[in-house]
């Protein structure tokens, strides 16, 4: 039963152009939603995060965006560095007691 | 700010045996989690404790799973008699319980093998 989805496994940007990611998700009562990146041999870093009473939160080159009727969140790497090439993951929480996480997307930056 | 300290980074064992993990969350979060990831997979919630209160154990945490965090502070995982399906990256996080939704903070993982 996986309530995050994220169906894009990889993703390949040409550096400085725009990354978009997406995350879909099933349960309505999802409310804390959260992006992490994770590269080989790390844990997942905390990237971003955004609560269902927002559409948009941003944070320097990182936005998320969520569409709360189309069960949807995004984010937006913008100018895509080298550096950003990892596999990123969304989760989704209800109350922030229990996290769920997609099977993430590994982004590759191209210099 | 030391992060999450997990330990140890690697363990491998034969099927059968039993292994612990330890997890030092940062020192001021009051919950803390462990996931289990496979290759390919985003991390599976397992369990969390708030303080030293288990709260929530997934249907993942078989019988063969304990965890417990004594005081509030450190936490540890044992797994007995370890089976091949028991080889995974065992990771554990730490947040702050308050007024409002916080991030969950990850440590780098111990990852199990099982001979």
């Known amino acids: 039963d996986q309530q995050v989805k994220q169906n894009s496994p990889s993703l390949s940007v040409q550096e400085g152009r725009i990354s978009i990611l997406n995350c879909d998700y099933t349960n309505s009562m999802f409310d804390y939603f959260l992006w992490y990146k994770k590269y080989p041999a790390e844990g997942p870093t905390f990237l971003i995060s955004?609560?269902?009473?927002?559409d948009k939160n941003e944070d320097g080159r990182f936005t998320v965006f969520l569409n709360k009727s189309a069960k949807h969140l995004s984010l937006h790497i913008v100018p895509s560095q080298p550096g950003d090439s990892a596999v990123y993951f969304c989760a989704a929480s209800a109350g922030g007691n229990q996290f769920y996480f997609g099977t993430g997307t590994s982004l590759t930056v191209i210099p | 700010d030391t992060g999450v300290s997990q330990n140890p980074r690697h363990k491998i064992t034969k099927r059968g045996q039993n292994v612990t993990f330890r997890c030092d969350p940062i020192s001021e979060h009051n919950r803390l989690y462990w996931y289990r990831q496979t290759l390919g997979q985003g991390p599976e919630f397992l369990t969390y404790f708030q303080n030293e209160a288990q709260l929530e154990k997934s249907r993942l945490l078989s019988d063969r799973f304990s965890a417990e965090r004594p005081k509030g502070s450190f936490s540890t995982l044992e797994i007995q008699r370890t089976e091949q399906g028991d080889s995974a990256m065992y990771l554990c996080?730490?947040?702050?319980?308050?007024?409002?939704?916080?991030?969950?903070?990850f440590g780098d993982g111990t990852r199990l093998s099982i001979l």
């Open positions: 955004i609560s269902s009473i927002k």
């Open positions: 996080a730490s947040s702050l319980a308050s007024s409002g939704n916080q991030p969950q903070h």
